[in-house]
């Protein structure tokens, strides 16, 4: 039977081997993203690359499936439906992340966790409580705000100056404790640190008696970050230069994990 070109058109093989329109639209989702969640369609046409009839056709098709929503303006913004998937993605990333916990609380006694930054909060997706009698309880889904926490800290080392003193300017900086930074100024000197040393340190910022350790997972699909905490008698500056080497390997190999599809299989 003869194929109608705009089916010859949708099914046509990327060099990469799968199906371009769908290639194309993901791109287009990943590109608003990386632009605040809305642009115009020349906006990205120029980023893209792509024909502007072609994007309006991929576009076209988002809208009426709900991930993509056409404003007032007429510029374009990422559609709720995004938020279902987001938040399902987030669940599997905690649970592919939980055998990696597991091993970092088998290696150095204290509670392991991962975090993600969500919007300008940071929000748990997984942990791995500690044997110890004594030990933190951060809860699976509970949100903070960055600047009062060492995986705030390791997440936010990664962004440009300016990006974090307007997140600051968005969130305010309560102090948690009367440790916790609370000027702009502070909190970019503390990123300094981490960058320096490629670690974050939360010392009794979020509560009094508590310490925790931090690193960012390098090239994660989202911007995640792993840490270990526990009673600051026990996470001592000694601990301290055990402690980070374990952490460092083992957010390489959750790195290495989500960019494979065996991401739930990781053997850690």
């Not at 791995?128 to 060492?150: D, W």
């Not at 600051?168 to 009367?178: D, I, V, W």
């Not at 974050?200 to 960012?216: H, T």
Request: charge should be negative.
């Amino acid at each position: 039977m003869p194929t109608s070109s705009a089916s010859a058109t949708d099914s046509a093989k990327s060099a990469s081997g799968g199906v371009q329109s769908l290639e194309r639209a993901f791109d287009l989702l990943e590109r608003m993203a990386d632009a605040g969640g809305e642009v115009g369609l020349s906006e990205l046409s120029a980023s893209s690359g792509l024909p502007l009839p072609t994007i309006h056709r991929l576009m076209r098709t988002l809208v009426a499936c709900g991930y993509v929503r056409q404003q007032p303006n007429r510029r374009y913004a990422l559609g709720p439906r995004l938020i279902r998937l987001g938040e399902s993605a987030s669940r599997l990333l905690g649970t592919w992340a939980r055998p990696y916990l597991a091993r970092l609380v088998e290696e150095t006694g204290e509670t392991a966790n991962m975090a993600l930054l969500d919007g300008d909060e940071i929000v748990y997706v997984a942990q791995v409580p500690s044997k110890h009698s004594m030990r933190m309880f951060t809860e699976v889904g509970r949100r903070v705000l960055p600047h009062s926490t060492g995986v705030g800290k390791a997440l936010l080392a990664g962004f440009p100056d300016n990006e974090v003193r307007a997140l600051l300017g968005r969130t305010g900086m309560p102090a948690a404790t009367e440790k916790t930074i609370v000027t702009p100024d502070g909190f970019l000197a503390a990123l300094e640190d981490v960058r320096r040393t490629g670690y974050a340190v939360d010392d009794n910022e979020q509560e009094i008696g508590v310490r925790c350790l931090a690193v960012s997972v390098p090239d994660s699909p989202t911007a995640a970050a792993i840490s270990i905490s526990g009673p600051a008698g026990r996470v001592t500056e000694a601990a301290t230069e055990k402690i980070v080497p374990v952490l460092r390997q083992v957010a390489d190999e959750l790195s290495e994990a989500l960019a494979t599809s065996g991401g739930a299989h990781g053997g850690a």
